[in-house]
């Protein structure tokens, strides 16, 4: 058996050594998840700042409506992708099942939310003067809108990582709609659910390295941008 | 400028607040270089007054005049906005340097070279050459006011609506601020000015008028015991 | 015909995934455009100009690798026994390089492998359950069911063996004396070809399990023979698995060589007639590829350490016999 420590070393010897496959997973990992928040984004930031700034029924509803989803587990919106997209799903004629694009638009359905939530929140922060002085000087609405929302950057900055975060470290859909099949749809928290079950740890270990440094980068990173663009 | 003098009529227009009355037919005119003082304890709706004829706020009802005749208000929300400007109370500064501030007024971006003549302009017009590339958020209250001015001057709008633009600010920042306005109103732009302390625009107001429980009134009172901002600081 | 579909939506998957980068270019252009008084200092036309050759440089290189994957491509749904026991990764490599086709392995258990068969979610499946298989190809969702290869099931346990099954005569008795001792079971669960198995042993020996001492654990093989040592448990699984995960179990061998424990494998084309469009060529290729001397042989000879896993099956396909007469009636 092997001891956490000896998998732990065995994984950094992984990682130094440039092991072809793990690295393919990792890219991947980040090429998939990535495209999905790409594609993710400016439509629920838009919703976020409907919901932060609209006026009209339902507003309420829809907002507590996103803030539960945000509790839906992976595995749910994994299912009923799958069955959305199975051949004897109403979306099976695109064939997409067990590609990277059903893996996309699962973890768009997986990020929407929480962009959704916690754009709205950090854009109902921001001072309603923004936007009405925006306007008075002459922006038209999408300008103002952007302008809104560079005014809260790093509200929304830090939704997109939370989104980022949880897309990219998600099995349960990624799964379910990828297949895992090697160096096309096995990325980074399905290759350690796959290795783990295998008994080989040290693969499973080497990978979650990868996302911690990650998560870690991208945190130090944000941190120092906050810090650099706000003077007391 | 070389406006055409302005002239707005704003007609008849209500407003409520859930159930309460905020306001009640109001009838107010706007004339190009005339200033008016507004004023009224608060909650009166002195600020809802301004925001609805900036076009920021939406009136039960009322209609608007620009010299073609009454409009419906839905009709007129982007005229209103482009001729007519809003200054909140403590004015807004986007993240940004105090010229990139300056440089959101300017709606034709296209020529570098004369954007960057008209910031420089504005800054020397507002004094605020000095502190060009300070950090908005972090200039005083005084200087915040004198931004917002200097944004409505390379505006160019037809009329200016003002809420509070002396309140908390200290009595040479008040002088400085008077002076700006002053000179707006000299270039034809209408001043409307919203203000718990009328007497400290008494050189500016040409017109006084009072909103009580919504309803607006002409006043007469109290202007002519008050000597003009030039000389309350000598 | 069916590969233009094919390959017309592999396109678009191949194009969905190189978006990112121009993606972000184009929200960074977007975003400056709207936000340029922020940067007041910075010249436009510069920032354009990088912004393009940045755009060029993710997007070429991108575009010239692409013709690497339009290859066509196979999707085989197989149990985790094939794929966790590395057999796969030695075969899939040789037959690429033979035929050109690129294998998808989706490794489940054999009944949802069996499942996305029946769905047209996959080409071709490799399984190990033969009446399952049988079901699956009277019903009309598969045709060319081949015998593959075979190995056989062992019961592992722990060294000590309370329930005393090393001495067990045959595989009913091993179960008899199982649910006699109620000694801690780890079933998969998870209906796959040895879950199967193990219900079918149970039932043999007329026994009807317990959850006090049988633990349904819903999970691939190699998962249950972990959960199975860190428990001290007994469990059911196939010996390629079982010589994949030795070396990091305490458990052992304690019951093997049974008739009944004969674990064949078959490989089935999913129907075309049901779904016209699916890679029937490609399948067909695989099944006649992996029955071909070539690939028998590397089965045979997959190793590992020394021990070999499979015994290839294809010659003596018994399967095979009555199907293919039953093809050529159809």
Redesign the interface.
Known sequence: ??TLGNATSNALFLLISGDAELWQIVAISF??S??AI??A??PALLTAFVLAYGRFPGRRVLISLFSTLLSIPAVVIGLTFYLLL???GPL?D????????AM?LGQIALSFPILVAMGHSALQSA?R??W????????NP??AV??VM??VRFGLLAALLAAFGRIVAEVGASMMLG????N?TRNIPTAIA?E????EFAQGIALGIVLLTLSFTLNALFYHLRGG???? | MTHTPLKLHFNDVHKRFGRRPGLIGVNIQLIGGEGTVLTGPNGAGKTTLLRILAGLEKPDRGSVDMGLGATRWRRCYSDLRTSILYLHQHPYMFDGSVSSNLAYAISDKHNRCLCQQRISEALKWAGLTAIADNHAKTISGGERQRVALARAWLREPRALLLDEPTANLDPEARTRTLELLFRLKESGIALLIASHDPHHFASLADKHLQLTQGVLAEEFSETSNVTPFRRTHP | MKGNINNGLKKTDRLIIKMAPDLLCLYIYIAFQHLQFMHSTLHRKQIQTLLFSLLIMITLPAAAEDNSITEPLIRLATTTSTENSGLLNHLLPVFHSASGYKVHVIAVGTGKALRMGKDGDVDVVLVHAPEAEASFVDAGYGDHRHAVMYNDFVVVGPVNDPAKIGSAANITAVMKRLAAAQSLFISRGDDSGTHKKENQLWKTAGIKADNSWLREAGQGMGKVLQIATELDAYTLTDRGTWLAYRDKSTLKILFEGDEALHNPYSIIAVSARRYPDINRTGALALIKWIRSKEAQQLIGDYRIDETPLFTPSANSDQIAASQESADNYR
Not at chain 1, 132 to 139: I, K
Not at chain 1, 179 to 182: A, D, P, Q, R, T
Not at chain 1, 196 to 199: L, N, V
Not at chain 1, 229 to 232: I, K, M, S
């Open positions: 058996m092997e090429q998939v990535i495209t790409l594609i984004t400016p199975s051949r004897q099976g695109w064939r997409l099942l067990f590609t990277q694009t996309i001072d003067r923004a009405e002085t925006a306007l008075t000087l002459g922006a999408l300008r952007s302008t560079w005014e297949g895992n099949i090697l096309y796959l783990t079950s295998k008994g663009g706000q003077p007391a």
